[in-house]
């Protein structure tokens, strides 16, 4: 039987060509690159943080959320999260929905403390969740409790703020076109000179 393995130096001169060509080949002192730092990583400090908040969420679930101020004779009661789920609704929501918070602060957490790579886009989407139904709640709590005067005072004040805006907007574009027209008048003169 013939020995078909190459020796090195049979093999020298097929390597000398091959790392010409580009094609994986050792190199003298077989140094590894460095891994480069994922983009879509979330820094560890930003992780503990955004953990940290969920777990706030969690824990602000059983402390007082609404205090009711009964009979005199009654005094007043403290509701957490927890109670909350015990009425019977929340402005018009069924009190089940109380759940979400814990839950969603413990997901969080979780979500935070793994490092997953969307971590920050579900704290976006925590705290939008979060936000979305506590203005749902004071809307509703705002129309069950306000009369006619109140409304006609915050519709004037939204209308004063979208119609301020507007003016900024308008006054500094008409500002952009004339400085625009001045340059470009200015640009003529210096060319006709």
Known sequence: M???????????????????????????????????????????????????????????????????DLAADHGTVMLNGLSLLSQESLAGTPSIAVIVVPVLGTALAAIAFTGFRYTAYVAIAVSMLLFGYAAYVLFQLFVAHTGMGLWITTGAAFLSLLLGAGTLLWTRRVAEKAKATKSEAKASDTLKS
């Not at 060509?21 to 190199?27: A, H, P, V």
């Not at 077989?30 to 560890?44: F, L, R, W």
């Open 2 to 68: 013939a020995d078909t393995t190459l020796k090195d130096e049979e093999l020298a001169p097929s390597l000398a060509d091959t790392s010409k060509k580009g094609e994986l080949t050792k190199s003298d002192g077989d140094k590894a690159e460095p891994k480069k730092p994922d983009p879509n990583a979330v820094p560890i400090a930003f992780r503990a943080l955004i953990g940290a908040t969920g777990l706030a969420m969690l824990v602000g679930f059983f402390l007082d959320w609404v205090r009711l």
